[in-house]
Structure formats: C-alpha cells, structure tokens
C-alpha cells in the first residue's frame, strides 16, 4: 500500500506500508514523520481522510486531538476523492 498527501502548493513523499495497516502503524509511519510536518508547515490545514478503521480509532482521533489537527469529516457512502487511485 502506498500512502501520499496533495495539497497546494506541496505534496508529501510517498509512504510505502508492508503488510496489514493499523492504527499504530498508521500513526508512526504515515501522520508522525510525514503528515504532522507537512500540516505544520501550512498557515491553515484542515486534513481529509476516509473512514477505513485504522483512520477512524480512538487512538488516532487522539492524535489529531493533541496536534490540534482539524480534520474534514468524510460521510459515509461518500465518493471517492484518492486522485492517487485514479492515475
């Protein structure tokens, strides 16, 4: 799996995931190195996920919680919006 962030006028590095993705692992390999600094980086942020379990735990909305990220509520049944997939 392959994980990357696009905003204006940046973009993240690529984040490459070997095997399952949990909360824990998304939290230490995906938002700590790679999305905290780039949202820090950014005057105003507000950070969009979907709704797949590992994005949506309580150890997760903790974290954005402690970083004061605010986050983009994704509904349910929504669209997909990943232009990564659709390269």
Known sequence: MVRGGIGY???TPLV???????SQRYIS????????PYLQSLV????LQDNVRPHVTRIV???????????????AHSPEL?????M
């Open 16 to 22: 490459r995931i070997a095997g399952t993705l949990n």
């Open 44 to 47: 105003t942020a507000i950070f």
């Open 61 to 75: 909305q903790r974290f954005f919680i402690n970083h004061q990220i605010e986050l983009l509520l994704w509904p």
């Open 9 to 11: 006028p940046f973009r």
């Open 29 to 36: 390999e995906v938002l700590e190195p790679v999305v905290l």
């Open 82 to 86: 990943s232009p990564i997939e659709n």
